[in-house]
């Protein structure tokens, strides 16, 4: 999901110097172009090595010929590119989805709360391939069970609002870690995801928040969609093992 998309054509190569070859190919090959005419048109890429022919229309008469090729043979090398970064970003989409399948595979197979917290917040950072998988919780309404044991964070009320303003799922890159999130291991984190949690209207606001020393591996250009998927997972499953109504 990351990488830099080029926008305009690639340098075109430097063709390498023709080979002569002698008449009678020649006739060979222009009589095999007469009887398949539809030749270039099932080998378009032929038209990015071909010299157009320049034809000399008199004097101050502009060959539009030549430039029209040109300009198609430029037209290839872009599509080209295009489908070159539209494959790279179905592979990479690929393979998040991948991880993040994996990663609610793995919580809902969790046989505890205490070993779904530690899932969430150990496991799935090799799954994922983040550094630090941080939990909070804001410190009004009904406290949650083993908060202290899991190592889950209590922030001030509120907190959540202001880290993710109105947003449900927030990714950011090349940002300085919050200490209030990440506590020791903020110094480490450069791009981050962070996910609202709202377990039950019995419960208070939480967070979820995956860090990275790789300042691209989030950003703001990313879609949500598979990680606020991973976020419902989350939700549903500590509302499970805690009992509680949505």
Known sequence: MKGTRETGPAPRKL???AQPID??????????????PD??????????????????????VVDFQRFMVAR???????????????????????????RIHAAALALIEAQSLGQ???????????VLDVDVIAMVVESNGVDLPHVAASGIRIVE???????????EALLQGNIAGD?????????????????????SSRTPTGLVAFGSRDPNLFHEGQ???????LGGVIQRLLRAWLDLPA
């Open 15 to 17: 063709a390498q110097p």
């Open 72 to 98: 198609l043979q430029g037209d290839i090398d872009q599509l080209t590119l295009d489908n070159t970064a539209l494959i790279h970003t179905a592979r990479a989409n690929a393979h998040s989805q991948a």
């Open 23 to 36: 008449e009678a190919t020649e006739a060979e090959i222009a009589a095999y172009l007469a009887a398949h």
């Open 116 to 126: 779904l917290l530690e899932v969430l917040t150990g496991d799935l950072m090799d």
């Open 157 to 167: 009320s509120g907190a959540v609002d202001d880290w993710l303003g109105r947003h």
């Open 179 to 199: 200490s209030a999130i990440y506590g020791e291991g903020a110094g480490l984190i450069q791009s981050e995801a962070l996910l609202r949690l709202v377990i």
């Open 39 to 60: 030749f270039v048109q099932r080998h378009p890429a032929l038209l990015r090595t071909l010299t157009p022919p320049s034809i000399d229309r008199g004097k101050g």
């Open 223 to 229: 879609g949500t969609e598979l990680i606020t998927f």
